[in-house]
């Protein structure tokens, strides 16, 4: 079984439109992460949240916004795409503050 | 703030030695080491907590400098399964709010 599950794992599309991308995790984990990694392979923190908190890197544009069913699942929504939004984006679960176990990615292209 | 790893690339030969090294001017709470190979997704090798401690996970170890905030990875008698990118991720104090990620390091293994 997949701990750390993504779909889609590539995503094209045009400026302008919204997407989603889904996460879930088998791990019974208390806390998922989105991470976004550039083009220069920099890994960069988006969002972290648990059943108390969402804690939100300053720097993120509010067109992105994390929505979380339940435990198991953290969505990404991305309004009004960019160019500059093209990357992979990684979810990632851990119990409490400890290693994070990461999802296959999803490769989003923006044209 | 970026904790600052080093070096940037190493080539070794097989069953060579390699160390890699990660730095923060602020105060850690803990150091995390992953490796990405190209087009997967970031593996979690291990955490370090302050306190100083070491750790080993087969041929691989490291250390954790408190007083320095500092951590350095060791590759023992490198294989080819070895080869990848390392990233040191870093936390400070208070909730979880995720990893704060270094460039990486690449790292090649010839046989």
């Known amino acids: 079984d997949t701990a750390v599950s993504q779909t889609p794992k590539y995503l094209v599309t045009q400026m302008g439109n919204d997407k989603s991308i889904k996460c879930e995790q088998n791990?019974?984990?208390?806390?998922m992460y989105w991470y976004k990694q550039d083009s220069k392979k920099f890994l960069k923190i988006m969002f972290s949240y648990n059943n108390k908190e969402l804690i939100i890197n300053e720097t993120v544009p509010n067109r992105f916004s994390p929505k979380s069913p339940d435990k198991a699942h953290l969505n990404l929504h991305i309004n009004s795409l960019e160019l500059g939004d093209s990357a992979v984006y990684f979810c990632?679960?851990?119990?409490?503050?400890?290693?994070?176990?990461f999802g296959p990615g999803t490769r989003l292209t923006v044209t | 703030q970026q904790p600052v790893q080093s070096p940037q690339a190493v080539i070794l030969r097989e069953g060579e030695d390699a160390v890699i090294n990660c730095s923060s001017s602020k105060a850690l709470y803990s150091v995390h080491w992953y490796r990405q190979k190209h087009g997967e997704a970031p593996v979690f090798l291990m955490i370090?907590?302050?306190?100083?401690e070491q750790k080993g996970h087969d041929k691989i170890s490291a250390s954790f400098n408190e007083k320095k905030q500092q951590s350095s990875l060791y590759l023992t008698a490198s294989q080819l399964s070895y080869s990848g990118t390392y990233f040191c991720g870093t936390e400070q104090g208070g909730g979880a709010d995720g990893l704060t990620f270094g460039k990486g390091t690449h790292l090649i293994i010839q046989p």
């Open positions: 791990l019974g984990h208390d806390t």
């Open positions: 990632a679960s851990s119990q409490g503050r400890g290693g994070k176990y």
């Open positions: 370090l907590l302050k306190g100083g």
